[in-house]
């Protein structure tokens, strides 16, 4: 689809006459793909908040896998620029049990949407990846270099090369042909609408379903996989969007960019956090037969703060809201 070059990389404030280093015009016509997931519906609202024309398809509207269907669709609508959030996504039992979908749904979701964007001469893309395309036992906090410097985590690892193979594309797209086109790498993120189904959902949301149902059920003892002993770092998802909107706006370099709080929290201390927040009043018991996935993973997030970014939802906050939201 893209033999030869569709679009030249100009700033977008040339469009409106801005400062030069303003690459998306505040009048920009935007395609978020996946805006019913938990990322999507997050930017699409920080988006329309800030002005923007939003323009959206479901999955019956629109298969993203399909590429031919995909590249017709934004050949008509031609957005200024494309937000790339659309994704199979999942937990550790999820991507154990189906590696094939993830990576073959996401390599043909970002195969479409990149290719078909650039040969509608979209002259702006962002593309949004995982923190999970860091090796498994990368220095902390993970800088953006240290991708591909070691062995992936096993239990995610066929998602995360297909967000390598996503990061090497807007590259790739840059390098030969110009294009504006970025990526960001969130950690795990969290948020209202978030996914609560237990054998496919992240792990906060599966904590705070678990505790809720051992509360409502009167149990005695949850039982949570692994040791506890894992930290992670949590973003709620507005987080995210607001510095989606920033690295719109504000950043065209070739490298990713970590989108992370800076802080990260053992998952024994995050389940006693979510304990307390729900009410349950029970024990936890932890089955150490069970993977625990990657020791750590916090993220340097220096490269993002750089642009005047920093987090406004705190953990426990966040947490609060959610299951608030969740239970209404």
Same mark, same amino acid.
């Given at each position: 689809?893209?033999?030869?070059?569709?679009?030249?990389?100009?700033? @977008?404030?040339?469009?409106?006459?801005?400062? #030069?280093?303003?690459?998306?015009? /505040?009048? @920009?016509?935007?395609?978020?793909?996946?805006?019913?997931?938990?990322? !999507?519906?997050?930017?699409?609202?920080?988006?329309?908040?800030?002005?923007?024309?939003?323009?959206?398809?479901? *999955?019956? $509207?629109?298969?993203?896998?399909?590429?031919?269907?995909? !590249?017709?669709?934004?050949?008509?609508?031609?957005?200024?620029?494309?937000?790339?959030?659309? @994704?199979?996504?999942?937990?550790?039992?999820?991507?154990?049990?189906?590696?094939?979908?993830?990576?073959?749904?996401?390599?043909? %979701? $970002?195969?479409?949407?990149?290719?078909?964007?650039? &040969?509608?001469?979209?002259?702006?893309?962002?593309?949004?990846?995982?923190?999970?395309?860091?090796?498994?036992?990368?220095?902390?906090? %993970?800088? #953006?270099?240290?991708?591909?410097?070691?062995?992936?985590?096993?239990?995610?690892?066929?998602?995360?090369?297909?967000?390598?193979?996503?990061?090497?594309?807007?590259?790739?797209?840059?390098?030969?042909?110009?294009?504006?086109? %970025?990526?960001?790498?969130?950690?795990?993120?969290?948020?209202?609408?978030?996914?609560?189904?237990? &054998?496919? /959902?992240?792990?906060?949301? &599966?904590?705070?379903? *678990?505790?809720? #149902?051992?509360? *409502?059920?009167?149990?005695?003892?949850?039982?949570?996989?692994?040791?506890?002993?894992?930290?992670?770092?949590?973003?709620?998802?507005?987080?995210?969007?607001?510095?989606?909107? %920033?690295?719109?706006?504000?950043?065209?370099?070739? #490298?990713?960019?970590?989108?992370?709080?800076?802080?990260?929290?053992?998952? *024994?201390?995050? @389940?006693?956090?979510?304990?307390?927040?729900?009410?349950?009043?029970?024990?936890?018991?932890?089955?150490?037969?069970?993977?625990? !996935?990657?020791?750590?993973?916090?993220?340097?997030?220096?490269?993002?703060?750089?642009?005047?970014?920093?987090?406004?939802?705190?953990?426990?906050?966040?947490?609060?809201?959610?299951?608030?939201?969740? $239970?209404?």
């Amino acid at each position: 689809m893209a033999d030869e070059p569709a679009v030249e990389a100009t700033p @977008a404030a040339a469009v409106d006459g801005a400062d #030069e280093q303003v690459w998306l015009p /505040s009048s @920009a016509r935007i395609f978020v793909a996946g805006h019913r997931g938990l990322v !999507g519906s997050a930017v699409t609202h920080r988006l329309i908040a800030d002005g923007h024309e939003v323009i959206t398809r479901d *999955r019956g $509207q629109l298969d993203l896998r399909d590429a031919e269907k995909t !590249g017709r669709f934004l050949a008509d609508i031609r957005p200024h620029a494309v937000v790339l959030a659309a @994704a199979r996504v999942g937990g550790i039992m999820a991507n154990s049990t189906f590696p094939v979908q993830f990576i073959e749904d996401n390599l043909r %979701i $970002q195969l479409s949407v990149i290719a078909g964007s650039y &040969a509608a001469g979209v002259g702006r893309l962002l593309f949004l990846g995982s923190s999970c395309i860091y090796p498994k036992f990368a220095p902390q906090p %993970i800088r #953006e270099e240290m991708l591909l410097t070691g062995p992936l985590e096993p239990t995610n690892e066929a998602y995360a090369l297909a967000k390598i193979a996503g990061i090497v594309q807007i590259q790739s797209y840059r390098r030969q042909y110009g294009a504006s086109y %970025i990526s960001a790498m969130p950690t795990n993120l969290y948020g209202p609408g978030d996914n609560f189904d237990l &054998a496919t /959902s992240h792990v906060l949301p &599966a904590l705070i379903r *678990r505790f809720h #149902e051992a509360k *409502r059920d009167g149990a005695a003892e949850v039982t949570l996989w692994g040791s506890g002993t894992p930290r992670r770092e949590f973003l709620h998802v507005d987080d995210l969007a607001a510095a989606c909107a %920033i690295l719109l706006r504000s950043y065209d370099g070739d #490298e990713p960019v970590n989108v992370g709080c800076g802080e990260d929290i053992a998952i *024994r201390q995050l @389940a006693e956090t979510v304990r307390s927040v729900v009410g349950y009043g029970g024990r936890i018991a932890w089955d150490t037969s069970k993977p625990d !996935g990657t020791p750590r993973k916090l993220l340097d997030i220096s490269r993002l703060t750089g642009l005047g970014w920093k987090p406004a939802v705190t953990l426990r906050e966040g947490i609060a809201a959610v299951y608030a939201d969740w $239970q209404a």
